[in-house]
């Protein structure tokens, strides 16, 4: 990767453009947290049925996993910040009629689940836009610190979401609602503001299932993407523990609700750290290797995690855990970024974008199913052994991606200009 300038540090918080993105979407990530934990407390309030809260996740995951590879050809053939904008102002939407419906009292949970569908349309063209919008804002050199810098970011919003929704929710869900609303709508206001890094003009084949597919198409013919996106996703659906940490905290350390939250944080406070020395001091060689290194931290920490009765212990694995995720889920954006042209990253983003919710949702399921057949311990322990497994499964597969050095030139204009994949198996 060609070395940043002396002053790279600072070309992140001075450009405008890119500091307002950011902003916003660190202000939408509080936002739409503090959103979640209401809608959850809402909806278990009104029905005390857990069922119900599937149906909430249900609601968002279904319009997301359908719609993700369109928006990801719509990313392509369209200016993405006015994209961007449009997702932004359907968020804003619905946090409006959720605080609506509860200001008017309304306990029925139908309307909320229906409002929860357009949520997942707009989380659908909001993630594959985002990714896609970030290198065409960045300047040239500040690209992997941007990265790192949104990396930090979001996991602060995970952290502060969370927290700052619960505290809200206790004065009302109206209140949280009224805040989500108020921080979206900053954040619409931040994107309309961008000047730079639209694309005019883009992609202008008619829609087919060819033009659909080509992201499918392009990361099957890049080893290097396609070793990063699956090791990543087989990591996390093997590795994902985290879904027992409520039984953990009431029936193997006896930590109570405090605890568990404290225990929640912890791998994002992991990420977090490790994304912001990332962004200070960003990883330039041995890259693939740094790759490995990040998944088999996160193997061997959930291996730890689940021997420990400690709390100590147990919160000191669960934030190695998320800093060898973050590195694991920084180099992969960064690969699937600067190994796309231009024309095609909308596409290839939305194919990154299933992989991740299919690890994430599966990952929970997994650890659940597991968890039933074999009982915890062993089945976060399966879990760990599985990822070391498939990161050393995976430097035989994917030897170009253990054998890589340094990241793809990043600078914009050194991206070759195309609009579908070579099959260039290198």
């Known amino acids: 990767m060609p070395d940043e300038p002396a002053s790279g540090r600072l070309i992140v918080l001075r450009h405008p453009d890119l500091r307002r993105y950011l902003s916003a979407r660190f202000l939408v990530a509080v936002a739409t947290q503090v959103q979640t934990v209401a809608v959850g407390w809402q909806v278990f309030s009104a029905t005390g049925d857990p069922f119900d809260l599937g149906l909430v996740a249900l609601s968002q995951f279904l319009p997301f996993i359908i719609l993700i590879l369109p928006a990801g050809h719509v990313a392509d053939r369209y200016d993405r910040r006015r994209v961007q904008l449009l997702t932004y102002l359907l968020l804003a939407v619905c946090a409006a009629t959720l605080l609506a419906l509860a200001l008017g009292g309304v306990t029925d949970i139908a309307p909320v689940l229906g409002v929860m569908v357009v949520f997942g349309i707009a989380r659908a063209f909001n993630q594959p836009t985002g990714q896609a919008l970030l290198p065409n804002i960045a300047p040239p050199g500040a690209f992997p610190r941007a990265v790192a810098l949104n990396s930090s970011l979001l996991q602060v919003a995970t ?12 004065l009302g869900v109206e209140v949280a609602y009224g805040l989500s609303v108020a921080l979206i709508v900053l954040g619409v206001v931040l994107v309309a503001g961008l000047r730079g890094g639209g694309r005019e003009g883009g992609l202008r084949e008619p829609v087919s299932w060819s033009t659909l597919l080509s992201g499918v198409t392009f990361v099957r013919s890049r080893p290097v993407v396609l070793g990063s996106i699956s090791l990543d996703l087989f990591a996390v659906l093997f590795g994902g523990a985290t879904a027992l940490l409520p039984i953990y905290a009431g029936e193997i350390l006896d930590v109570g609700p405090v605890g568990l939250g404290v225990m929640l944080a912890a791998p994002a406070v992991g990420a977090a750290l490790l994304a912001a020395i990332v962004s200070v001091r960003p990883i330039r060689r041995h890259v693939g290797r740094w790759m490995f290194g990040g998944v088999a931290a996160f193997g061997l920490a959930t291996i730890v995690f689940g021997l420990s009765t400690s709390l100590p212990l147990t919160l000191a694995a669960l934030v190695v855990m998320g800093a060898g995720d973050i590195v694991s889920v920084y180099i992969r954006h960064l690969l699937v970024q600067l190994e796309t042209p231009d024309g095609i ?10 992989f991740i919710g299919a690890s994430n949702e599966l990952g929970e399921f997994e650890s659940g199913l597991t968890a039933a057949w074999w009982g915890i311990v062993p ?6 052994a599985a990822t070391l497994a498939v990161a050393l499964v995976w430097t035989r597969l994917f030897g170009v991606l253990w054998h890589l050095d340094r990241f793809p030139g990043h600078a914009r204009d050194t991206v070759p200009a195309m609009t579908e994949p070579k099959d260039d198996r290198r």
């Open 159 to 170: 952290i502060a979401g969370p927290a700052l929704g619960g505290a809200l929710v206790v």
């Open 345 to 354: 990253r909308g596409r290839v983003s939305a194919v990154n974008s299933v």
């Open 379 to 384: 089945a976060v322990l399966i879990g760990g």
